[in-house]
């Protein structure tokens, strides 16, 4: 007697494989893009964080020498010196906070370089600019 196996057959095997490729071409996008919008949601609290501390810290004291002093960000992602603080997109300087005194006043700088990469790119077009 010839025993019965259950298996798939070939032409089940390859519609399988195209419909998990269908699902994930689909898929695949949508998780980059809302990964992007998270990093985009992050850097703008963040820059709304330097700017509040630096100013707080500005009418604490008076003035401000160094933006270290003022400001405590995750140093994986920003490069912070005396006075700037840097966020880098793919090696490309994408947002530079800069602060700046003269005789008369002290000034916080934001640039950001649309050009630098996608995150960059979707920071502008959700209203952050150079001010």
């Given at each position: 007697?010839?025993?019965?196996?259950?298996?798939?057959?070939?032409?089940?095997?390859?519609?399988?494989?195209?419909?998990?490729?269908?699902?994930?071409?689909?898929?695949?996008?949508?998780?980059?893009?809302?990964?992007?919008?998270?990093?985009?949601?992050?850097?703008?609290?963040?820059?709304?964080?330097?700017?509040?501390?630096?100013?707080?810290?500005?009418?604490?004291?008076?003035?401000?020498?160094?933006?270290?002093?003022?400001?405590n960000l995750n140093s994986a992602v920003w490069e912070i010196s005396d006075s700037t603080v840097i966020y880098n997109d793919q090696e490309n300087e994408c947002i530079k906070m800069e602060i700046t005194s003269s005789s008369s006043d002290t000034q916080l700088n934001l640039t950001v370089n649309e050009d630098a990469g996608s995150i960059c790119e979707k920071l502008a077009t959700s209203g952050i600019s150079t001010t």
């Open positions: 007697m010839k025993k019965m196996t259950n298996s798939f057959s070939l032409l089940e095997m390859i519609f399988s494989i195209v419909v998990i490729s269908v699902i994930a071409s689909i898929a695949i996008p949508k998780f980059m893009s809302t990964k992007d919008d998270a990093v985009v949601s992050t850097l703008k609290q963040d820059i709304s964080t330097v700017t509040t501390s630096v100013q707080s810290y500005y009418l604490l004291n008076g003035k401000i020498d160094k933006i270290s002093d003022a400001v």
